[in-house]
């Protein structure tokens, strides 16, 4: 905590006020009960395209905010994550997303360039197709 609060001041001259504003700004939401409410935001029953009335910005949305909260927390979505976004956004009635899905989920699996996104970068590739 010591060593982030000098980065801070580091950054921004000593200024107090808005070191102590950035500070906040950087861990807002970083509770036990946040992370808590993100994991379970991440669940398998939650993660369902059909739950947003197959509207893949909304889903891709409602995943952005807990994966939010756990980045701040210097918390990594899990393997586990990954299957329930993949297996959610499969379950669509759009047989061409769902290809696009099943491609994706495929190369994830071989450990190909999928593999390489963050939870993010997926989201967004999962938005713009």
């Not at 509770?31 to 909304?58: D, W």
């Not at 979505?77 to 061409?96: C, I, K």
């Not at 696009?100 to 970068?121: E, N, R, V, W």
């Amino acid at each position: 905590m010591k060593t982030i609060m000098l980065r801070y001041q580091e950054l921004h001259d000593q200024d107090g006020i808005f070191l102590w504003f950035c500070f906040l700004m950087h861990f807002a939401g970083m509770t036990t009960e946040n992370l808590i409410i993100a994991y379970s935001q991440l669940s398998e029953t939650k993660l369902q395209l059909a739950l947003f009335q197959h509207n893949v910005l909304k889903f891709t949305n409602a995943v952005r905010t807990p994966i939010r909260t756990l980045l701040k927390a210097r918390e990594e979505p899990t393997f586990q994550h990954f299957l329930y976004v993949f297996h959610g956004a499969m379950d669509t009635s759009n047989e061409e997303f769902r290809a696009f899905i099943i491609h994706l989920y495929a190369d994830y699996c071989k450990g190909g360039p999928t593999k390489q996104l963050s939870m993010l970068d997926l989201l967004d590739r999962i938005q713009l197709h």
